[in-house]
């Protein structure tokens, strides 16, 4: 008995020696982030890697990114988005891969096979044939309605969803379907509560990759200043043509992060065991 | 069945965005030929008022409220774009100009792909670059102006050849404003300790290798790098177009082998810094230059204004840096000093530009004189090259006190970085990718000449 | 038989036919509106673009100028083309050691922070902190370690005893792709890990327990229950991880690119180099064939996936 606590306790040692190394390492960028934020650009540029809190830290960056541009707007525009789309998505994605996961109809997996293969084409290929659908067909151009539009629909979250669902034995459905509840209600009462984990998982990514979008925003926005996400304005306020303010650029990316750390040390929580077990053996 | 009707569905569909995607642009024919008819037109009007009287051709529009879109960059950083608009509304109240900032970093894809979806978008645009003035002259976006030139009596000599290198099949779709070209900019106070002489403004490639080899040293704690060359393309392999003989259109480059080998060696010697430490560690050259331990930096006249401004703001520590001074170029044997590279910034019309004649008038204002002197007075260098300008700029505060740095702003021949070719775009990418495999050793300097060869001249001779 | 009673027969069974035909319609009408929400807005704004772009591999366009079919030629020009082959052969490579070592690395990491620790919310968003940093932070640190006088290479001079002209240049030549696998994997693995730790949460504790009762080892649990039960998940994450890796484009430009997104021979990849086709040089048709190719080569690899995938639910 002994020996096996004693195994136990250095088992438990070992686990915690290996997470500090592997914290520690995970760490660096954003010890780097915030060294660089109270950096001037010149320290930003030299790249000390023994220098990380600076003689003079200018603490002013980050007084200095609220002037320098309308960050307040670009906030605003960001969390609209990410908020609109999230929702969209997890409530089309989640409704579509019910249907892919535990209903039966004809060329479900080619349909299914549809929808992952055009993961696989990189945007850079249609962005144009895209772009000039949206600007001519929708005049949706400058609009925040166009960023919603184009990454409320996606196959990844469908994708995830179904795969999540897969895991959910058949039989919770069959027996709720002798009871006679209809389908809608099978997925409402039985397949929603049991997905927490995965909505939890699909909200988090949605989330940080709406956020830290650039691209999208990029060909979509740039024209219309008012309608800016953080990224496009962190980059065409600090990156110039032949110079670059990377304290500033650093400090904005530091504040724009943190609405990103929060969603996830919340959702996180529902990674937690129990949560989806209850009640699957049926 | 199910499976043809949802195929011929979604071929139905994309035929449809086709079509739109045709209809949009089956209108540009008509569109670039309509120029031509109502440029004729117009021109005709332009002419009478000229002939009436030169007042009312600042205002061609007779003094209706014109809105023009101008797409540019940067617009909190670079003065001059707000300076020129307030110079030329100020001269045309009728006109308001909106500036539309594109950002700097993806500017030429996000300006291209903008105008693909409409061209309308922007009445008048900068071009940042001659790739990305190949790219919009090819896709029909902006306008030949050889007819608005030709009425308004522009003497494109006044360019001191810029437009030649950048005309496509006989024509001219944008006027340069703006115009950097190289200089060696050097830091007095690391020659004063290594008791060498300064570099000159006639200099050839041999003194100047002579030179740095001469003012480094590798004392511990107070070691010199007598040049640093960024890694760009044009700051090692375009010395060897100055000579006026070669191209980088010609297709064959053994002659930028000597230039190669100078600064391998000079890397090699441990004159210059690496230039894949410079890639890896992404040393900005203003940062190496600023430093202190750079003796001599070939760069672009645009770093002038940016040595002025973060040593009056102190973010340059003048201690380091603060005795710096510019000289001409170095040359080949046997060529005049003062040969150069230049890179032009251009501004053009817009084939969906909505008032296209004062959209043009404004064109004009910008790279005209009077546009020149708004650019020297922000500190930059405009393409029309006065002595007015000239002086401007080097009486602006901060700038170099001696005569030769004054005089090295000469320019005797301008050779741009990128002349306008076809493919300038492709050729562009193939040059810079081999040399960064030269430059990292990942091909010997004859390896990578011979790849360029081969590839650009498969492209060439298509 | 009669006649009378084979007609009797034939119109009762068409009858139980049509009665079988129309439940299963209802019941597929039920299946697409759950799928309709998302696939209309799915079809009209990704769908009809992508096949658009696939019509685009067989003609030469440059986005304004009406569109020319150009037949084969753009597929014929790839077998010539270095930059293209050079871009092929290493994003191969890249996938083939990306996608294993972060599947591994995300699982181990998924396991590891699954359990009972203290502070397990804050080690779990360190974990997912390269995925969320601002990218240019993390080639920073990552360039820094692995510069020509970082800490990796102190520690294969100081303690490996590698000679000063024989330390490695991380970043160029073929260890490039070495760099690009080993960021990758440190980026992307905190990503996975979430995507695993809501797998973990869909197994059912009693599975663990009546293990424990049968005296299974931790190995042994791993093995019948933990690995089986993921399988949706590792499916899942398996294809995305594939179809992402051979859509690398961020992490060779900001690793190898330098400040104009300049790649070399042995750094090129293909999205790099369709988007060097597309919007550098607006040859669009030529971009779509490369991304013909690379959409081939995915879609191969997804259905092999995917059969496995079959093959697990039928057993």
Known sequence: MKSARRKAIVGKVIVYVILFLLAAFMIVPFLWMLSSSIKSDREVFQMNPFVWIPKNPRWNNYVEIWKRMDFTRYIGNTALLTVVVTFLQLLTSSFAAYSFAKLHFKHKDKLFLAYIATIAVPWQVYMVPQFIMMSNVFHLNGKLTAMICLQAFSAFGVFMMRQFYMGIPDELCEAARIDGMSEYMIYLKIMLPLSKPSLATLTIFTFVATWNDYLGPLIYLTPNKANWTIQLGIKNSFIGQYSSQYGLLMAASVVSLIPVLIVFLILQKNFVEGVASTGIKG | ?462 | MSEGKKKEETVQNEALIKGREQKERRRTLVALSFIAPNFIGFAVFTLIPVVFAFVLAFTRWDGSNPIQFAGISNFTKLFSDKFFLAALKNTIIYCIGTVPLTLIASLALAILLNQQICGRGIFRTVAFFPYVASLVAVTAVWKMLFSQSGPVNAILYYVFHVENKDLPQWFVGNLVMVSYILFSVWKFMGYYMVIYLAGLQGISKELYEAASLDGANTWQKFTSITWPQLKPTTFFVSVMLTINCFKVFDVATLLAGGDNNTLTISSTVLVHYIYQKGFIEWDLGYASAVAMVLFLLVLAVTLIQFKGEKNYANS
Request: a negative charge; aromatic letters at 10%; charged letters at 20%.
């Open chain 2, 1 to 462: 069945m199910k499976k043809r009707k949802f195929f011929s569905a979604v071929m139905a569909c994309s035929m449809v965005l086709a079509l739109t995607g045709c209809g949009g642009n089956s209108t540009t024919p008509t569109t670039t030929q309509a120029p031509t008819t109502t440029a004729s037109q117009e021109t005709t009007t332009t002419a009478a008022t000229t002939e009436a009287s030169t007042t009312t051709q600042a205002q061609p529009s007779g003094g209706e409220a014109v809105t023009l879109k101008w797409a540019i960059w940067d617009q909190d950083a670079t003065p001059y774009w707000i300076a020129l608009k307030d110079a030329y509304e100020e001269k045309n109240d009728n006109v308001t100009i909106e500036l539309i900032d594109l950002g700097s970093s993806d500017y030429m894809t996000v300006l291209a792909t903008q105008l693909s979806g409409d061209t309308s978008t922007f009445d008048v645009v900068t071009v940042k670059d001659v790739p990305g003035y190949a790219t919009l002259v090819q896709k029909n976006t902006i306008e030949p102006l050889d007819d608005y030139i030709s009425k308004a009596n522009i003497d494109l000599s006044l360019y001191g050849g810029a437009t030649d290198q950048i005309m496509v099949d006989g024509k001219l779709y944008q006027l340069p404003f703006r115009n950097d070209f190289w200089v060696l900019f050097y830091n007095k106070d690391l020659f004063d300790k290594a008791g060498v002489e300064y570099p000159t403004n006639d200099m050839t490639f041999e003194q100047y290798d002579a030179l740095a080899r001469q003012v480094s040293s590798s004392d511990f704690g107070s070691s010199v790098y007598g040049a640093h060359y960024h890694t760009w393309r044009s700051a090692v392999q375009l010395f060897g177009v100055l000579d006026g003989e070669h191209s980088i259109l010609s297709g064959t480059y053994d002659f930028f082998k000597p230039y190669y080998e100078m600064i391998l060696n000079q890397e090699a010697d441990g004159i210059c810094r690496s230039f894949t430490n410079l890639k890896t560690e992404g040393l900005h050259y203003s940062a190496a230059f600023s430093g202190g331990d750079v003796a001599m930096m070939n760069m672009g006249s645009w770093f002038i204004s940016t040595m002025i401004s973060n040593l009056q703001s102190g973010d340059y520590d003048s201690s380091l840096c603060g005795n710096w001074a510019i000289a001409k170029y170095p040359h080949a044997e046997g060529v005049e000093a003062g040969s150069t590279l230049g890179t032009i910034t251009g501004i053009a019309v817009s084939t969906g530009a909505s008032n296209k004649d004062a959209a043009w008038d404004f064109v004009e204002f910008v790279s005209g004189t009077e546009g020149a002197k708004v650019m020297a007075e922000t500190g930059n260098f405009p393409a029309i090259m006065t002595s007015e300008a000239m002086d401007i700029i080097s009486s602006l505060d901060g700038f170099p006190q001696d005569e030769q740095s004054k005089a090295a702003l000469e320019v005797s021949n301008l050779y741009l970085e990128v002349p306008y070719a076809e493919n300038v775009s492709e050729i562009n990418s193939i040059l810079d990718s081999y040399h960064s495999s030269i430059m990292s050793g990942e091909m010997t300097i004859d390896e990578g000449i011979a790849a360029m060869n081969d590839a650009i001249g498969k492209i060439i001779n298509k």
